[in-house]
């Protein structure tokens, strides 16, 4: 019988359909060399962003007949070692894209109102209302660095809130992006105008630290930048150095350089709004 090996968490209602047709074991947590070790009893493995199916593992399993991604993006694969012993590499690319897309939103208006800082500040028994004074998404510029299914997404809710919107995107068709009411730009216009800028393109060469020091300091000292996408994209040192020197206002993160993402500069910055991850969840 075909045996699946699922490595990483998944809903019940997948492991269920899964076990209609093959023999599913559910075994999230593993290490790498326990991994390695199960791996070569199974006919495909299934993971989300927490296995990283680095080319020893994929060497390892050797019966395997498909790796798949329970979400968006396959970075944590190594696609090229997998493709040399013609496994198929699938995912899930619409899996998340509501989720993630309200996630960004939530991020935007944490950052607009200050509700991570003013929760604190209530809990401590404060009441500092001049001190969190916020500003409307409302007639603000929200610029996408990447506008695919989640972006646009985020562009379709971010127009209902009043914004305007506009992507740095050299993969979508002008008439694509007319069609959703977005205006495209090269990323430094897109830098120096937005009020809001978020960011949905996938990790690659060219993308890894796309948002640097450079880039950040074209942006304006208003202006808050969030990453629901890949926390390689942003570089957090620059960041954190930006948002302690007033260079910019603030940054909603759900993903990291590392995960978890202990040590990070980031975490010790008070204008920030951070969750673990939560894009898919």
């Known amino acids: ?27 999230p947590g593993l290490s790498k060399d326990d991994l390695k070790r199960l791996l070569p009893d199974y006919d495909a493995l299934i993971v989300r962003s927490e296995t ?16 798949a991604r329970a979400g968006v993006g396959v ?4 696609v090229a070692a997998a493709t040399k012993r013609k496994i198929p590499v699938v ?20 950052l607009a ?5 003013a929760d604190r500040s209530v809990k401590e028994g404060k009441w500092e209302k001049k001190k969190f004074e916020g500003v409307e998404l409302y007639g603000k510029t929200l610029g ?9 997404e985020v562009a379709k809710r971010a127009k209902s809130f009043g914004m305007r ?18 205006e495209l730009t090269n990323l430094e216009a897109l830098l120096l105008e937005s009020d809001f800028i978020s960011i949905h393109a996938a990790l690659t060469d060219e993308t890894r630290h796309m948002i640097g020091a450079k880039q950040l300091a074209l942006m304006k000292k208003s202006a808050h930048i969030v990453n629901c996408a890949r926390g390689e994209i942003v570089d957090e040192v620059a960041l954190a ?41």
């Open 241 to 281: 150095a930006a948002l302690r020197a007033g260079e910019i206002a603030g940054a909603g993160l759900d993903v990291f350089e590392r995960e978890p993402p202990a040590g990070s500069p980031v975490l010790a910055v008070e204008s920030v709004s951070l969750t673990p991850h939560l894009g898919a969840s």
């Open 75 to 78: 970075d944590n694969i190594d």
């Open 165 to 182: 919107v506009i992507a740095y995107d050299p993969y979508l068709p002008p008439k694509a992006a007319e069609e959703r009411g977005i």
């Open 144 to 152: 996408l660095v990447g506008s695919g299914r989640i972006g646009a």
């Open 113 to 117: 109102r200050h509700v991570p800082q």
């Open 1 to 27: 019988m075909f045996k699946i090996l699922v490595s990483d968490p998944i809903a019940k209602e997948g492991v269920d359909l899964l076990s209609q047709q093959a023999k599913v074991d559910l075994r």
């Open 52 to 67: 990283k199916v680095t080319a020893d593992v994929v060497e390892a399993g050797s019966k395997l007949k498909v790796i």
């Open 91 to 110: 995912n899930a690319p619409a899996a998340s894209t509501i989720s993630v897309a309200e996630l960004a939103l939530a991020h935007m208006l944490a």
